[in-house]
C-alpha cells in the first residue's frame, strides 16, 4: 500500500469519525442525564438531512407538519400535567414553545413560498424543525416514564425509532437525496485534495465540541445539566427539574443529530433509513466509551471512522460486519473488568 | 383551613409506607417560625423516612402544610422553591464538581443578586468551603462534604432546613462546629428540623423536641422537659458512651 493511499484512507475515516464522534457526544449525554438509550438519533440525523435536501430543492418538507403534530400533543399533556395548579405563567410558556414555536418555522417556510433560500437559512430552518422534533419527542414519550427503569425507557426509544423511521419513508420516500455541499471549493496540500465539505465537517465539528465544552462548564444551565447526570436526586433537591435537564439534553441531541445530517448529505446519499446505520456507529464509540466517558468516546469514534475506511478498501463487502463487530471485544473486556452492575434505583 | 398562626411547617397525620409495611404512623409534626426542633430515636425508628416523605421523596399520605400553602401534593422542586430545603442522610454532593459549582447550583432556583449574598453568608459560615472552592465535592473529607452539603442547601436561602444526621461519622470537634452553626441560622432566621443520634447535643440546641419510636412519635415538648424524662435518658442519653467501652 502507498502513502497516498494511506492518507486517503485516513482522511476519509477521520471525516466519518469527527461525525460519530459528535453523535457519539449526543448518546453519552442523553443517557447521563435521562438514562435512555437514544435509539432515534438516527432520525434526527435523515430528518436534518432531508429537510436540508428538500428545502434546498425548493420542496417543503413533511418533517415540519410532524413538528407541528408533535407540539399540539406535547401542549396537550402539558396542559393535563398542569390540571393541578393552572397558573397562567407555566401556560403561557407551554403555548410559545410547543405552539407559536413550530407555527412560527412553519410560517417562514410558507413566505419562502417553494423558492429554495440560501445555503444558509435552509441549514437553519432545518435544524429548527429537528430540534422542535427532539425537544417534543422527549415530552411526549420519555419525560411521562421518565422514572422508569432503563430497560422500559429503551423498549420506548426503540418505537420511538420504529415510528420516526415510518414518518421518514412517508415524508421523504424510499428514494435517496443529496443536498448541496456548504462550500465546493477545494485546497491541496502534497498529495491530498480537501474538499471545502470535509474542511467544513471538521471546521464545524470542533466548533461544537468547544461549544459544549463552553456550555457545560461556564453556564448555570449546562452545570446544571451536568448536575442532575452526577447526582438526580441532589439535583432535584437544589430545584432543578430532570424534565428541564432532560428537555435540553434532547434539545442538544437532536440538534447535533440534524448537524450531522446536513454534513454528511452533500458527501453520500441519505435514504429514509440511512441515519439508523449512522447513528448506530456513533453508538459503538459511546459504547466503546461505557456510555459515560466523552473523551474516550471522541477518541473511538475516530477509531471507528478509521476502521471504516480501512475495511471499505479492503474488503468493503464486509466494512458494516468489521464495523460492528468492533464492539465485541470491548464488551467482553468491560464485562470482564467490571463486576455485575446493578440497575440503578431513584 | 388557615394554618397555624406561626406555624411553619405543619404535618398531619402523616402514614409513609415502604410497600406493605408502614415506616411511618399517624405522625403530627409542627416546626414554628424561628424554632429548631428536632426529632430523635433509635436506629430504623423511621426518621429518614419521614423526612424524605416531607421533602417529596416518598410518597406521603396526610397533609404537609409549609408557610402556609398545602405542599403534599407538589413535587420536591417545587418545595424548593416554597423555601423547603432538606440535607439528606447521604448528602447527595455532585462528586465530580467543584464546591463552587456546586454552591452555585444551591442557588440554581433564585435570582443572582441573592445568590451572591448567599455565597458571603455561607463562605462566613464555612470559612473550610472559601479555601477548597476549587476543590471536588468526591474529594473532601466527611465533614467537609457535610459543611458542603449545608451550605448548598442555604445557598437557596431556604426558609425551613431539614437535616438528617448532621454529625454522622464526624469527629466530635467537627460536630461541635456544626451545632454551634445550627444554632447560629436560627438568628439569622432559618428555622431547623433536626434529626440526631446525638440526642444530647441535639437537645442542647433545639426549642422542642420529638421521640420517635417505631414508625410513631411517643413523647414531644420542650427539649429541656425531653432532655430530663426519665425514660429518654434511660434509651437515649444514659448509654451515650457505652459503645465505645466495647472496643
Ligand atoms: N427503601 C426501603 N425499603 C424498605 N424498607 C425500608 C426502606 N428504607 C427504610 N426502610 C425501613 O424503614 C424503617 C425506617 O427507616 P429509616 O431509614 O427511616 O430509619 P431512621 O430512623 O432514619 O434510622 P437511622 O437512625 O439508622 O438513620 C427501617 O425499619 C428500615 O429498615
Ligand atoms: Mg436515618
Known amino acids: 500500500m502507498n502513502t497516498t493511499i494511506l492518507l486517503f484512507l485516513l482522511q476519509d475515516g477521520i471525516t466519518n469519525g469527527a461525525i460519530y464522534a459528535l453523535l457519539g457526544l449526543a448518546l453519552v449525554l442523553v443517557f447521563a442525564v435521562t438514562r435512555v438509550i437514544l435509539i432515534p438519533q438516527g432520525e434526527f440525523i435523515t430528518f436534518g438531512a432531508l429537510t436540508y435536501a428538500s428545502l434546498s430543492a425548493g420542496q417543503m418538507p413533511g418533517t415540519i407538519k410532524l413538528a407541528v403534530a408533535m ?14 395548579a393552572l397558573h397562567a405563567r407555566r401556560v403561557l410558556r407551554s403555548v410559545a414553545v410547543n405552539i407559536v414555536f413550530p407555527l412560527a418555522i412553519w410560517g417562514v417556510m410558507w413566505a419562502l413560498g417553494g423558492r429554495p433560500g440560501n445555503i444558509a437559512l435552509n441549514i437553519v430552518l432545518s435544524l429548527l424543525i429537528v430540534a422542535a422534533i427532539g425537544l417534543y419527542l422527549y415530552r411526549i414519550a420519555f419525560q411521562p416514564i421518565a422514572h422508569t427503569s432503563v430497560l422500559v425507557l429503551l423498549i420506548a426509544s426503540v418505537g420511538c425509532h420504529l415510528a420516526l423511521q415510518g414518518f421518514g419513508l412517508v415524508f421523504f420516500g424510499a428514494e435517496g437525496q443529496r ?7 477545494a485546497i491541496t496540500i502534497g498529495a491530498l485534495r480537501f474538499t471545502g465539505q470535509s474542511i467544513a465537517v471538521y471546521g464545524i465539528t470542533i466548533a461544537l465540541i468547544i461549544g459544549l465544552w463552553l456550555f457545560f462548564g461556564y453556564t448555570l444551565y449546562g452545570k446544571a445539566l451536568r448536575a442532575t447526570a452526577v447526582n438526580r436526586l441532589g439535583a432535584r433537591l437544589v430545584g432543578i427539574r ?9 434539545l442538544l441531541a437532536s440538534v447535533i443529530g440534524a448537524i450531522s445530517g446536513i454534513l454528511i448529505v452533500p458527501i453520500t446519499t441519505l435514504y429514509y433509513d440511512t441515519g439508523f ?3 448506530l456507529k456513533g453508538f459503538i464509540a459511546a459504547i466503546i466509551g461505557g456510555l459515560v466517558s466523552y473523551p474516550l468516546t471522541a477518541t473511538a469514534a475516530i477509531l471507528v471512522g478509521c476502521v471504516e475506511a480501512f475495511s471499505s478498501f479492503y474488503a468493503s463487502n464486509y466494512k458494516e460486519v468489521i464495523v460492528f463487530t468492533l464492539i465485541l471485544p470491548v464488551l467482553v473486556l468491560r464485562s470482564l473488568a467490571a463486576p455485575a452492575v446493578e440497575e440503578e434505583k431513584d | 383551613m388557615k394554618a397555624q398562626n406561626s406555624a411553619l411547617l405543619q404535618v398531619t397525620d402523616a402514614h409513609v409506607a415502604y410497600g406493605k409495611v408502614e415506616a411511618v404512623r399517624a405522625v403530627n409534626l ?4 424561628d424554632e429548631i426542633v428536632t426529632i430523635i430515636g433509635a436506629n430504623g425508628a423511621g426518621k429518614t423516612t419521614l423526612l424524605n416523605a416531607v421533602m417529596g421523596i416518598l410518597p406521603l399520605k396526610g397533609g404537609v402544610s409549609f408557610a402556609g ?19 439528606p442522610e447521604h448528602r447527595e454532593l455532585f462528586a465530580t464538581m467543584n464546591v463552587e459549582d456546586n454552591l452555585l447550583l444551591g442557588a440554581f432556583r433564585i435570582d443572582k443578586a441573592t445568590a451572591a449574598r448567599s455565597f458571603e453568608h455561607v463562605y462566613n459560615l464555612f470559612p473550610r468551603l472559601k479555601e477548597r472552592r476549587e476543590q471536588l465535592a468526591g474529594t473532601l473529607s466527611g465533614g467537609e462534604q457535610q459543611m458542603l452539603a449545608m451550605g448548598r442547601a442555604l445557598m437557596g436561602a431556604p426558609k425551613l432546613l431539614m437535616l438528617d444526621e448532621p454529625s454522622l461519622g464526624l469527629a466530635p470537634i467537627i460536630v461541635a462546629d456544626i451545632f454551634r452553626i445550627v444554632s447560629e441560622l436560627k438568628a439569622a432566621g432559618v428555622s431547623v428540623l433536626l434529626v440526631e443520634q446525638n440526642a444530647q447535643a441535639a437537645l442542647k440546641i433545639a426549642d422542642r423536641a420529638y421521640v420517635m419510636e417505631l414508625g ?12 430530663s424524662n426519665q425514660r429518654v435518658v434511660a434509651s437515649y442519653l444514659g448509654f451515650q458512651h457505652e459503645g465505645e467501652s466495647a472496643i
Do not use: C, H, N, W
Open chain 1, 71 to 84: 407540539g399540539v400533543v406535547a401542549f396537550a399533556f402539558d396542559l393535563f400535567t398542569f390540571r393541578k
Open chain 1, 179 to 185: 443536498g448541496p455541499a456548504i462550500s465546493s471549493d
Open chain 1, 242 to 250: 430532570t424534565s428541564l435537564s432532560g428537555q435540553i439534553a434532547f
Open chain 1, 277 to 279: 446505520l449512522i447513528g
Open chain 2, 30 to 33: 409542627e416546626v414554628r417560625t
Open chain 2, 69 to 87: 400553602q398545602d405542599v403534599s401534593r407538589i413535587d420536591i422542586e417545587d418545595r424548593v422553591a416554597a423555601g423547603l430545603s432538606l440535607v
Open chain 2, 216 to 227: 410513631e412519635f411517643i413523647l414531644d415538648g420542650a427539649a429541656s422537659d425531653i432532655a
